[in-house]
């Protein structure tokens, strides 16, 4: 077989202009040709013709460049031969052009790629390339698929879930107008599943599903519906792996299959944390080119029975009462939040318990950092390498030799948070906890005592401007690699959440049915499920998980001035 040069040069037409091609291992580029000879006019043949006698000369720089373009090999989605009859008949200006074909063997070849137009949206561009035969045509076709060929993190085959009810419930329609066409397009065969109750994509992929087949799942929803992934992946590789999920202490098989997420939720914050934007076509392009993203995994216990895991927000307090009352008014779709949120707000609960954590001492950031993580984030990569065995604090302070010593806090608070990641989403661009690491194995424990109503709006208002949240005197916020909540009232006097009645604002009160006064406990959000404990044990998986996902790329618009981690 004949050996292909390993830089292909050309001079090839765009639209109706020359440009010099090049493909080299790791781009595409097409500079314009601006010669400084007479005008080329006259129809495309002749501007060819004219192009390709040329050649020789441009390499001894008799033409200047300009307009140069490039793109990365690995952000190329496909390449085809294009018919010139089709491809012209849609450029008014080349009407003649199969006239011109036939005289010249014309031909092209259209190249779809990534372009990046700006926060953090993703488009997928054609850009078609004349030649003047067959066989260059051809040439470049085969090199830039052999090319492509060679970029083995791109998924082949990918098993997608569908929830028709998230957010809008458009899931169905986003996944068949902005994603179906691109997967074709970059060759991705897929089996989709449009899920037919709650905790169907779950229960699927723990018992049934063929993952050898597959190169990552999909789920299009929201951040529950990524959840109930992520529980279904988790729970599978662990019972391959022979692991005990009831055992707390357990050390976790790392999931290998990728996840990728299709934002068609109500917050969607894992998505807009680890892309940047909730946008489904950036999200599917994120797939196509196979990027990776590792992610932390809190696993929830109470003593020693498996609650759930969660990646993003486990909420007590405001963020648990916001939920619950919430969900009472899913079919408010996304604004739910918002009036749950004013209703929570003005309700003004606090609860009393205590929070014992083990700092992350041998980590490199801090809650309080105005770096971020960023995609190649320094911090992230040099994680401490391995979490030890999970070994819980017996209550008061507890000094382990391998572990630190736990910190222990009694307190009233209206809300206790723990922010794996910085929770940045549509509501608050910034998040939760700014500066938490998706993949760095700890968690940002943030309390809010209790204070007036007036400090916890500024408290809450602080989220969506510049002003530093944690800046207050009620608040504290604290790096941890463990944790553990005991609330004052025990779960068992409370568990059982049908006996109670709701006050006006549809509050539960649980110890007096028939008052207003304030529940004696809160639930907890776990990624915007209820849990059934209040006493939890919480423990950071690191990198337990992989998104289809690079992390935020360059400086976030709302921050245009924070320096970042990323190298
Ligand atoms: C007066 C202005 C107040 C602004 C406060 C804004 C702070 C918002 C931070 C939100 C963090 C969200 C963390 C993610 C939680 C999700 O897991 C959960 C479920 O999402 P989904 O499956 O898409 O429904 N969402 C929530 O719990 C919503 C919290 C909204 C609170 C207002
Ligand atoms: N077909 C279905 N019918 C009802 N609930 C479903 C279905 N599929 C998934 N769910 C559940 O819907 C919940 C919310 O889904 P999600 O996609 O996160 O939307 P939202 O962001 O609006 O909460 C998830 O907890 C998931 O378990
Ligand atoms: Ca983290």
């Known amino acids: 077989m004949e050996k292909q040069p390993s830089v292909l040069t050309s001079l090839l037409l765009v639209k109706s202009r020359l440009f010099e091609v090049t493909l080299n291992r790791t781009l ?8 400084r000879r007479k005008k080329v006019s006259g129809n495309i043949s002749s501007r060819l013709r004219f192009g390709f006698c040329l050649a020789n000369a441009l390499h001894r720089t008799r033409g200047i460049t300009a307009g140069v373009h490039s793109v990365p090999v690995s952000e190329i989605i496909a390449v085809r031969e294009t018919e010139v009859d089709k491809e012209t008949k849609d450029e008014g200006k080349w009407q003649k052009m199969s006239h011109i074909t036939t005289e010249t063997n014309l031909c092209a070849f259209t190249v779809s790629y990534v372009e990046k137009t700006g926060q953090h949206r993703w488009r997928c561009s054609n850009m078609t390339f004349f030649c003047s035969d067959e066989t260059i045509c051809q040439q470049w076709v085969r090199k830039l698929k052999e090319q492509l060929s060679l970029l083995t993190c791109r998924p082949k ?7 028709p009810y998230g957010g809008k419930q458009q899931g169905k329609q986003i996944y068949e107008h902005k994603v179906a066409q691109l997967f074709t397009l970059a060759s991705i065969s897929t089996d989709v599943i449009v899920t037919e109750h709650a905790n169907h994509a779950r229960d699927h992929l723990k018992t ?3 993952l050898r087949k597959y190169d990552g799942i999909i789920c299009v929803g929201g951040d529950g519906m990524f959840s109930e992934v992520v529980h279904g992946l988790i729970a599978r590789t662990q019972s391959d792996s022979g692991v005990d999920l009831n055992d707390s202490q357990a050390k976790l098989a790392q999931c290998n299959l990728r996840i990728g997420i299709i934002p068609a939720g109500s917050t969607d914050c894992i998505c807009y944390a680890t892309v940047g934007v909730n946008d489904p076509v950036t999200s599917a392009l994120h797939i196509i080119v196979g ?3 590792p992610m932390d995994v809190c696993s929830v216990h109470n003593h020693n029975t498996f609650l759930k895991y969660s990646v993003s927000l486990l909420g007590y307090g405001f963020y648990g009462d916001v939920l619950t ?3 009472r008014n899913r079919w ?4 739910r939040y918002d009036f749950s949120g004013f209703k929570t707000f003005l309700s003004h609960h606090y609860y009393e318990g205590t929070i014992s954590f083990l700092p992350a001492t041998n980590t490199l950031g801090s809650p309080r950092d105005s770096s971020r993580c960023r995609s190649g984030c320094y911090v992230c ?4 390498k391995d979490i030890s065995p999970i070994k819980w604090g017996g209550g008061d302070v507890n000094e382990n030799e391998s572990e630190g010593e736990w910190k222990v806090i009694k307190g009233k608070f209206l809300a206790i948070n723990a922010a794996s990641m910085s929770c940045a989403c549509p509501r608050s661009p910034k998040g939760l906890s700014p500066a938490a690491h998706l993949a760095d194995g700890t968690t940002d424990i943030i309390l809010v005592r209790k204070c007036s109503r007036l400090n916890f709006l500024r408290h809450l208002l602080r989220h969506t401007s510049k002003d530093d949240q944690f800046d207050l005197t009620f608040v504290e916020v604290y790096r941890v690699k463990k944790f553990k909540f005991t609330p004052n009232h025990c779960d068992s006097e409370f568990s059982n959440i049908r006996d109670v009645r709701e006050n006006a604002f549809g509050q539960i009160c649980r110890d007096h049915p028939s008052c207003d006064c304030t529940p004696v406990n809160s639930n907890w959000n776990c990624d915007g499920e209820i849990l059934e404990h209040a006493a939890i044990e919480v423990g950071v998986h690191c990198q337990l998980i992989k998104l289809f996902a690079r992390g935020i790329e360059e400086n976030p618009p709302f921050e245009e001035d924070v320096s970042s981690f990323a190298v």
Do not use: C, F
Not at 28 to 35: F, S
Not at 332 to 335: D, E, L, R, S, Y
Not at 381 to 384: D, I, L, P, S
């Open 157 to 163: 085959h990918l098993l997608v879930y569908i929830n």
């Open 332 to 335: 408010m779709g996304p604004a």
């Open 28 to 35: 595409l580029t097409w500079k314009e040709v601006q010669l």
């Open 208 to 210: 049934q599903a063929d």
């Open 291 to 293: 990027d990776t993203q």
């Open 381 to 384: 990569q040099h994680r401490v």
């Open 325 to 327: 009352d919430s969900e």
